[in-house]
């Protein structure tokens, strides 16, 4: 059984989750208005990651008896200045998600809860490969600069991004 206070902050990492799906859902649609159709593909195949990754914390939650409550979503930007802005916004948020999971860790820890803190070090490592997915990319944007036939060959490439469903976890009594 989830403590009040694991409780509480799991349900608030939902809304975190929520939001970051809602944040690539924006920046999608921001490249898709400036015709980046790959960029905004890999973004829309992000914000479905991110779903994915709030129904995690909601199923974790119910599985240990627990009452999952969710909160409002706040509003994302809806414009940027250009794709590295964007890809930049993008690493800031994941390091921002990165220090709230880190929280939850050190949260479990202090609570002495062993399963939430097993369960946390997926998204651990997979914070991980957020943050560097994000800053490669930003980092090719930076040295592209001006380069619009290199944008649109790193534009190709990411249009082939493919969301694949995590297989269904069982459920266990």
Not at 64 to 77: K, Q, S
Request: aromatic share 10%; charged share 20%; net charge negative.
């Amino acid at each position: 059984m989830l403590g009040e206070r694991m409780e509480k902050a799991l349900c608030g990492q939902i809304t975190a989750e929520l939001y970051s799906s809602y944040l690539y859902l924006s920046m999608s649609a921001w490249f898709s208005s400036q015709d980046l159709n790959g960029f905004a593909n890999w973004m829309r195949v992000q914000a479905q990651e991110e779903l994915v990754h709030a129904m995690k914390f909601y199923d974790f939650i119910v599985s240990r008896n627990g009452r999952v409550t969710l909160n409002a979503v706040e509003g994302p930007p809806t414009d940027w200045a250009s794709p590295l802005a964007a890809f930049q916004d993008a690493y800031a948020h994941e390091v921002k998600v990165t220090g709230l999971i880190n929280g939850l860790v050190d949260l479990a820890i202090d609570e002495r809860d062993h399963a939430t803190k097993v369960f946390l070090n997926w998204f651990v490592n997979e914070q991980v490969e957020e943050e560097s997915n994000t800053s490669t990319l930003a980092g090719q944007l930076k040295v592209m600069g001006d380069a619009s036939g290199a944008l649109f060959m790193l534009d190709r490439e990411l249009g082939q991004r493919v969301f694949t469903p995590p297989a269904p976890t069982e459920q266990t009594a």
